[in-house]
């Protein structure tokens, strides 16, 4: 018999993470966003004249309902937009209907906190998308400008260093190379600290060298399978040949600012250093969880950095959007990504993205949400095995690089968690711990 699968987390369990989420830091989110439409009515005035002023009013009447229904535990209500995913966003609804039985509804503090997250955002996009004059309007992308900008220097010394290397990178010998691997990889893990999800969208950037503080975070990296991950990249360069020409690595991206500046440098070191052959990026097609990233924001990344006043990031915006133009880098943003399913339920919803996926020598997924749909956002014990959570989930080798933000675990050795709940109550909250967690589909 199947072992059972723990109870999803929720805000039904009071006092947890999730309820404090959805209690406290949810309707912050939700009440800057309001904020921000109303700052932007000039702009919507000059943009659309009265119309695009008469949409700001409508949609911000649309996002204070929803936040009366979110704070008064109001049933989550079907979605009346016309997008490509509504349809499935109403079955995923009927369905955790069909799961609560009786006659309760799905409710915000009732419900798997993961689906609820997940419906704020959706709903904070059908209202823009209900009000066509400023449905591309991202009400988020102030804050993901911010943090690009608040984080200039951490970005042009990474800049540099990227530059640097791709001029010797060929003289390297293998543990030189290896030694830069693992460098500029834990520079991405440590870049998703920044986001601005866990702090309500406030300021959350890089600002001390990321380079110069890798060896004092290392203790904080809970599980570390970096060592498998070089053995898969090392191995597909050296038995390359005529037959099997092509590595290919997919980074499932997260947050847009910093974070997104440490995905694009270890995409062009992969491809410098011949670990791989062609990046295949995938981002968020809707503004999603405060700071993710869209492909407008990817595109406006790669034009600042372009524009800038410095030669390292410059040249970086010059190269990357030519690897985008010559396919060496290839754009995805599929609609399953900003679904509320956890990551097993891909190959049944989104097989097509499902079969992408599995043309990859390596996935590496980014950050704390990828972390929970892999896992579904259960009440794990720590010491259940990386695999057995994933349930079934296992398209090609793959990794995860996450700081902690979320109180989902698994893969610990026994007492470990217990030992660190000893030394810090929140461990699992704050984005000081890291895991880097690998799992391929043999194991
Ligand atoms: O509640 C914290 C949170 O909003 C989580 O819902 C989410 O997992 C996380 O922050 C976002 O983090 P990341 O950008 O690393 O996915
Ligand atoms: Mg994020």
Redesign the pocket.
Known sequence: MAAPVPQSLSAKFVGS?AYL?VKD?LPLILTRAIDTLHRHKYLFLEHHGEEGVEAEKQTISLLSKLLNELKTDKPVIPLTDKLCDTEQWNQYLERQQVLMGGDEKPSWFKSPWLYV?CYMYRRIHEALQLNPPISSFDVFSEGKFKSFFDSQKAIILICTCIQDLSKNVENLDDGQLKEEFLKLFQVSLWG?RC?L??SSSEDNSQTSNPLDCLDSLKPFILIDDIESIWSILANSKRTRNDTTPKARVDIIL??AGFELITDLVLADFLLISGLATEIHFHGKNIPW?V??STYTDFKWTLRQLKAANHMGMSKCGVKWEDSIKSGVWVYHDDPFWTLPHEFCDMQQEAPNLYAELQKSNLIIFK????Y?KLTGDRQWEFTVSFHHALRGFHPAPFCIL??L??DVQVGLKPGQGEELKATDVDWMTIGKYAVIQFDTPSM
């Open positions: 993470f989420t830091r997250e998703n986001d999800s866990i997260d947050n969880f700071s993710d950050g704390d949400l990828n929970r996450r700081t933000k979320s």
